[in-house]
């Protein structure tokens, strides 16, 4: 079935008591058992939930793979992931990536001897420097955040092969209909599925995706035991979501385009990155690798001033000012004082990242609307 299908029925079937055609939500912590030990499958929620099994068959579907499991949130996902190390293990990590990814890997799992080191990941080839015998992970963003950067994953994953490690790779800017990172080589790819997959900004939750049968029984045995699960409600929201991720993946992508190409031509922008325009580095490869380029945009101002890139994202009316991204509407945001403000100052200027900064998530909104949004707001002194 093409994607568009499987976005609607993978993994769903009409509920066998009703008929009704929407996955239930089975709104229960345990379940009756016929005699000790024998069951249907379900025992307790923590384990498996019918409605959370039907999402997971699903997300597994759109990212080809034989395996997906659900989480509480994508720092859940990634905190099970990272639970698969032992002290002293190693990981090379791209050095422009999302905020919360960083704390967590410095301020959490680095007490635990677990060792990061923040590589920019543009040519590939240049992670092989920082790969010794302690190494066991490569994390990789693409489109990286908030600098949109493109990482060549079929690369990362050639490297990784010959280096016995594992490929984790953040689809979350993506989403299944633009990239598909297992068919590149992946080992792992994981989701914030708050974000494109829920596409509504109003559920919170974490995916990851394997073909790797042994790495999947390890984190489902650490889901079990830890707990990291979301529930029945969150599940059914996401599955409702990805019945229309297609339809607004291409709306993204449109208004995304229109948008960076207005912002370009914009005096008062220095410099635009989005994947999409020839000259970004590695637009090669994002062609290459992606089916298109995405709504999300991030640029600086003229002058290079925080306080200018404060009272423009301040003065927006359609966009609306605000952490997150992915959903249907569009929101701005300051990434050095908001989503990677847990990043030291010195380290996110060293990747690119300056106080000027500012993140676009294009929605699904009239364009016009939108870019006389931007304009009235650039406009402000």
């Given amino acids: 079935m093409k994607f568009a299908t499987r976005a609607i029925h993978a993994g769903q079937e009409p509920d066998p008591a009703t008929g009704a055609i929407m996955t239930p939500i089975y709104q229960t912590s345990t379940y009756v058992q016929e005699s000790p030990g024998k069951h249907k499958g379900y025992a307790y929620a923590r384990g498996k939930n019918p409605t959370r099994v039907a999402l997971e068959k699903c997300i597994a579907s759109l990212e080809n793979a034989k395996h997906a499991l659900c989480f509480s949130s994508g720092q859940g996902a990634e905190d099970t992931i990272m639970k698969l190390l032992r002290p002293g293990d190693e990981v090379v990590a791209t050095d422009d990536l999302y905020g919360g990814s960083y704390r967590m890997?410095?301020?959490v799992f680095a007490h635990y001897g677990i060792v990061f080191h923040f590589v920019n990941m543009q040519d590939a080839q240049d992670i092989r420097k920082h790969i010794n015998s302690k190494t066991k992970l490569l994390w990789v963003e693409t489109p990286t955040n908030p600098l949109m950067k493109i990482i060549d994953v079929r690369a990362c994953a050639s490297i990784a092969k010959e280096s016995g490690l594992m490929l984790v790779v953040d689809n979350t800017f993506a989403s299944p209909y633009l990239q598909n990172p297992l068919d590149l080589g992946a080992t792992m790819v994981m989701h914030s599925a708050t974000k494109y997959l829920g596409g509504h900004s109003d559920v919170v939750m974490g995916a990851v995706c394997t073909n790797d049968e042994k790495i999947y029984e390890e984190l489902a045995?650490?889901?079990n035991s830890c707990g990291p699960v979301p529930g029945p409600m969150d599940s059914f929201l996401v599955l409702r979501g990805l019945k229309t991720l297609h339809v607004r993946m291409q709306a993204h992508c449109k208004n995304g385009k229109e948008i960076a190409h207005f912002l370009r031509q914009h005096p008062r922008i220095a410099k635009v990155h989005w994947p999409g325009f020839e000259d970004h580095p590695n637009h090669a490869i994002a062609k290459s690798q992606m089916r298109d380029f995405g709504g999300m945009i991030s640029f600086?101002?003229?002058g290079d001033s925080m306080e200018e890139a404060f009272r423009m994202?301040?003065?927006t009316k359609v966009f609306s000012l605000a952490e997150s991204l992915g959903?249907?509407?569009?929101?701005?945001?300051?990434?050095?004082?908001?989503?990677?403000a847990s990043i030291p100052k010195a380290e996110r200027e060293k990747s690119g990242v300056s106080d000027s900064l500012i993140r676009l998530s294009v929605g699904i909104e009239d364009v016009e609307d939108l870019i006389g949004d931007l304009k009235q707001a650039l406009d402000v002194k």
């Fill in 327 to 340: 959903g249907v509407e569009s929101l701005i945001g300051h990434p050095a004082s908001m989503t990677h």
């Fill in 313 to 315: 994202a301040s003065s």
């Fill in 300 to 302: 600086t101002m003229k």
């Fill in 105 to 107: 890997f410095t301020k």
């Fill in 221 to 223: 045995f650490i889901t």
